[in-house]
């Protein structure tokens, strides 16, 4: 019996969205959204544009984020009834700094299969042509708002060696920027606006640099801004101190040599050649 009720429920597809261009929809997106029963979206007219470019005709109904807790209790009861349905944010990947993640966290305690259909992100599309190093990087969404909690938040991430990525405003923009060179020094920074968009404009360099090309302009549209992490001291250590901890290993552990070098090695982060060429010399 549960087995039968299982399949009769219907699937929930987060759906990617194109940011800017919508040439930048995929093809699975597309045949998605036109052979669901419903779309959810957060703002149903900027969806409606995108439906209407290719000619999909799948009902809308509105989820924003004020409602998102209050409407996805009927989206639930829908999908257990077997109503497969899409959700589309107004661009982008949905819960990505925008609502989603309640109705994603109700179906699946629900019981409901749960679809990425994945496509476009202002976050990693910001990434890919940023020039910074980005093996590691941390998202934090829109900087606060006010001056006092933005510049608390700065400084709890100022020793954060990863990539910073945020979102900001285009009224904030200079005044973000400026803190951000206050508290966290000259670093390298990207500043994108209107990714993917007729006006697309990509800024690199230091945070004074960019704030300089900046100053005087009236900045509008969706920004992105990357944050080059700090930079890593490697602590110094001099021929004695290596050949100090080799000693001091050597009289208090049963480690062989080559483990020792080996050790050193790893924990000063140095080359396994330099110890070695330290203590063979020591030895001689």
Not at 41 to 63: G, N
Request: hydrophobic content about 40%.
């Amino acid at each position: 019996m549960q087995q039968n009720d299982d399949i009769k429920k219907g699937i929930l597809y987060i759906v990617a969205t194109p940011i800017g261009n919508l040439e930048d929809i995929t093809l699975r997106a597309m045949r998605i959204l036109k052979e669901v029963q419903l779309i959810a979206a957060e703002d149903t007219r900027r969806t409606r544009k995108l439906l209407s470019a290719y000619d999909i005709h799948t009902p809308l109904m509105s989820l924003y984020e004020q409602v998102e807790e209050k409407k996805s209790g009927r989206l639930i009861s829908m999908l257990r009834e077997g109503t497969n349905v899409a959700y589309v944010s107004d661009a982008g990947t949905p819960g990505i700094s925008d609502p989603g993640h309640v109705l994603v966290e109700q179906a699946i305690a629900h019981g409901i299969r749960v679809v990425p259909v994945p496509g476009a992100s202002a976050v990693i599309a910001a990434l890919s042509v940023s020039g910074l190093p980005i093996d590691h990087f941390i998202f934090y969404g829109f900087l606060p708002s006010r001056k006092v909690s933005r510049i608390n938040f700065l400084r709890s991430v100022a020793e954060e060696t990863k990539a910073l990525v945020v979102y900001e405003s285009p009224k904030r923009l200079m005044a973000s920027l400026s803190d951000i060179e206050t508290v966290l020094g000259d670093r390298r920074v990207v500043v994108l606006r209107e990714l993917t968009k007729v006006f697309e404009e990509i800024l690199r360099g230091t945070l004074s640099s960019v704030i300089r090309t900046l100053q005087g302009r009236t900045v509008k549209g969706e920004i992105t801004i990357i944050i080059a992490g700090e930079k890593q001291t490697l602590p110094s250590y001099s021929d004695n101190d290596i050949r100090a901890r080799f000693e001091d290993l050597h009289i208090h552990t049963d480690l062989s040599r080559r483990d020792i070098i080996g050790k050193l090695a790893h924990d000063m982060r140095i080359s396994r050649k330099r110890v070695y060429r330290i203590v063979i010399n020591h030895e001689g």
